[in-house]
């Protein structure tokens, strides 16, 4: 199942996931055992056959790499899972608001065969993540300075795709062009909707390592959609900025408790680059 609040929020099992072996995995070399990881997600109302089989398919993605230790099993990060987490993290620390904008755009136009339909869609989903959107049929445009050059090369696209940086010009506004590429009424709305749950006191009930790992699960959610527009783009007083804000006050409030609790909850071993692809959870 997926977790959700009452106002409707729902953050899949995967992005919780994600959540915890941020704040947790990345960078400390453990693995976690799959009966921590269960417990962790039982108590954010995903059940076991929901951790089990989102475990499993990460692991088949190349994001978790299981250890066989005796008769259990424990999860440490993949490589791929390793550089989603970082570009997650770069995310994390980012200002939610470019304030450094040169008034420059990146435009990426791509036509990609039919008979890679597979691949069209990867590009699509990761240029959304690197802060691309669709403003004509083929041509996407970003006002930061991505290089989305790996992105294409890793997936045999560059003979099929033109990148160009360049401003705005005559009657072309570059505000009509955010809304056009990108629905910053909706962005609004869920930055409001993180605002109203979180300021009101969500997931009191929760203890400190639950709680840190569903509003991080919630943000991640939220900055996937954003594309970190300069102030130029943006409608006055961006509800962004002031949920920034408060996400940034209260992980600050949960760093500690929740790592000690992590500490004493979570069964681990130490990460040392074993593969084990035929473990099952």
Known sequence: MDASDDAGQVVRPQTLLLALFGDQVLGRGVAVSAGSIIAVLNRLEVGEHATRATVARMARRGLLRPIRRGRQVFFGLAPRGVTVLRDGL?????????????????LLAFSVPETR????????TRLGW????PLRSGLWVS?????????????????????????????????RIAREAWDLRALATSYRGFLDRWSGGAFRELDALSRRTRM???????????????????PPEWPGVRAQEMFRTLQAELIAPSDELAAAWLATIADTGAQHPSANV
């Open 90 to 106: 770069r995310k994390l620390e980012a200002e939610i608001v470019d304030r450094e904008w040169d008034g420059r755009w990146t």
């Open 117 to 124: 339909r597979a691949d069209r869609h990867a590009l699509r």
């Open 130 to 133: 690197a802060g691309f959107a």
């Open 143 to 175: 006002p930061g300075t991505t290089d989305i050059s790996q992105v294409l090369s890793e997936l045999d696209l560059l003979d099929h795709a033109s990148v160009f940086r360049g401003e705005a010009a005559m009657w072309s506004d570059p505000a």
């Open 216 to 234: 991080t699960a919630e943000w991640l959610l939220l900055i996937r959609q954003d594309p970190r527009l300069p102030p130029a783009l943006l």
